[in-house]
């Protein structure tokens, strides 16, 4: 018979138990992470989702179809956020659900809309943010720019490449230049391709990397994406140029992935824009940088760029130069005339718009600075990073906030943009063919607009659709954004 134990001793121990189980449940809690906030970005060709995380998690993400669904599952996790805060527009998600799994894991439910690729990765506390997860949901088969290049367009700019490669090659090889075959569609007898030159806006920063902000709390991704966008309409606006968004919205992009946009989409010019700063409010002054091949040519450059590379740490990505995608033919002396030329006309170029933004701000420097700035990294575009002011400036920051100065901004650089090609125009170019022949687009031409189609542009000039397949030597009703049409008179 086992000796009975007092209820006072039988409540004490039970007592005991109970509080080294509550020891070791708030143990366990206190080592789980906890989602504290969730994040969405969508882009053209993505969209990322970030959980900001109160310590270190493992996550294990997978796709299940029937219906399609991303599962992501966060050991030893708890929300803490509400998932019905996100705004799913635009993205590839129509529902998230959140469950327990497996008593003390998370699981989230992406209800998927299209066909994705995902990828993920975890990234270690800055100054921004703490432990953060980021999902990607890439699309495949989408370009990451709303409007890409046309096809030919496209094919007259690849030919415009290899005809100055095969230039270069020619110099290389000790031969005269002016004696390489030019590409077909640049022969007298065919038509002037007279396509617009493409200039590359890029907005500095965006998504989860806010930039720098101001003293009153203005971040540099928000300006910076109003501006580029006041561009990009300063050159659709303006004949013989066409402007490609490199980000339109409030999302990341990669910086080598920012070059690589730009050649993907034939451009004839990068231009990323910026607001400075730094750990003092007193700095002031709008700057213009092209790349240094010797690293930067002042201190303030190279702590400058030191900070806008690192950006892409918070993308996720390194830094580094790749020139993978390159064709073979750039060999190493081949790559350095390309460079070197490429270089010569950012500093132009930067020249050019340096002295007009000096008559909207003061300037911080008064030459282009040389720096090692990833997004100015293509060897065949021509490059420049605009920094419009210091956003760490107070009385820059309320300039940078106004509307009317971002437009004076944005001519200023435009302006110095425009001059130049209008002086060197491509070869295949409208400007080009415009300085041939002496003359500006005649009346009677007509450049088509996007939703337009030949019947209406014949009934709008009057003429039969019959005169206008004569005279442009059209075989049917097909027409191109950006073709020119003559319009025969009536």
Do not use: C
């Not at 500095?204 to 966008?229: C, F, N, Q, W, Y």
């Not at 080598?256 to 990068?270: G, H, S, Y």
């Not at 990833?374 to 309320?398: A, C, H, Y």
Request: proline share 6%.
């Amino acid at each position: 018979m086992r000796p009975r134990i007092p209820a006072r001793r039988l409540l004490t121990g039970l007592g005991l138990l109970g509080l080294g189980l509550s020891a070791g449940l708030a143990a366990s809690l206190a080592q789980a992470a906890s989602v504290d906030n969730l994040r969405l970005w969508a882009a053209p060709d993505h969209a990322r989702l970030v959980f900001d995380l109160s310590s270190p998690a493992e996550a294990n993400v997978f796709s299940l179809d029937n219906p399609r669904r991303l599962v992501i599952d966060l050991d030893d996790s708890r929300l803490n956020a509400r998932v019905d805060a996100l705004d799913l527009e635009g993205s590839a998600i129509s529902t998230v659900r959140t469950g327990v799994r497996d008593g003390n894991g998370l699981r989230v439910v992406l209800e998927l809309e299209r066909e994705i690729e995902p990828r993920h990765f975890t990234l270690a506390p800055n100054d921004q943010y703490g432990h953060r997860l980021v999902v990607d949901l890439e699309y495949p088969g989408e370009s990451a720019v709303e409007d890409p290049i046309d096809p030919i367009e496209a094919m007259i700019r690849e030919q415009e490449i290899a005809a100055q490669r095969a230039r270069s090659e020619a110099v290389v090889e000790g031969r005269n230049p002016a004696e390489v075959a030019a590409p077909d569609v640049m022969e007298p007898a065919a038509p002037h391709p007279r396509r617009d030159i493409i200039i590359a806006v890029d907005a500095g920063h965006g998504g989860e990397d806010p930039g720098a902000i101001g003293p009153s709390g203005t971040r540099e991704k928000d300006i910076v994406l109003e501006m580029a966008k006041r561009l990009a309409r300063l050159v659709n606006a303006t004949e013989g140029f066409r402007a490609v968004m490199i980000r339109d919205g409030d999302y990341y992009v990669g910086l080598r992935q920012r070059t690589r946009i730009a050649r993907e989409q034939k451009a004839d010019f990068f231009v990323s824009i910026h607001a400075d700063a730094f750990n003092s409010p007193r700095p002031n002054g709008s700057s213009v940088y092209a790349l240094s091949q010797r690293g930067a040519t002042s201190e303030t450059a190279q702590w400058l760029a030191a900070s806008e590379n690192e950006a892409d740490l918070i993308g996720g990505v390194d830094g580094n130069l790749s020139l993978d995608d390159k064709d073979e033919v750039l060999r190493g002396v081949l790559l350095d005339l390309t460079m070197t030329a490429t270089l010569n006309d950012s500093l132009t170029i930067g020249g050019q718009v340096l002295d007009r933004m000096g008559r909207v701000n003061r300037l911080h420097k008064s030459r282009v600075e040389q720096a090692g700035f990833v997004v100015l990294k293509s060897p065949d575009i021509p490059s420049l990073l605009v920094e419009t002011g210091f956003i760490s400036n107070p009385d820059e920051e309320r300039r940078l906030r106004d509307g009317a100065y971002q437009q004076r901004m944005m001519d200023a650089v435009f302006g110095g943009i425009r001059n130049h090609f209008q002086r060197n125009p491509p070869p295949a170019s409208l400007l080009a063919w415009q300085r041939d022949n002496g003359r500006s687009t005649a009346s009677n031409e007509y450049r088509i607009q996007p939703g337009d189609t030949l019947s209406e542009i014949a009934a709008r000039h009057g003429v039969p659709v019959a005169q206008i397949r004569q005279v442009n030597e059209l075989n049917g009703d097909v027409i191109r954004v950006g073709q020119v049409l003559r319009i025969p008179r009536s």
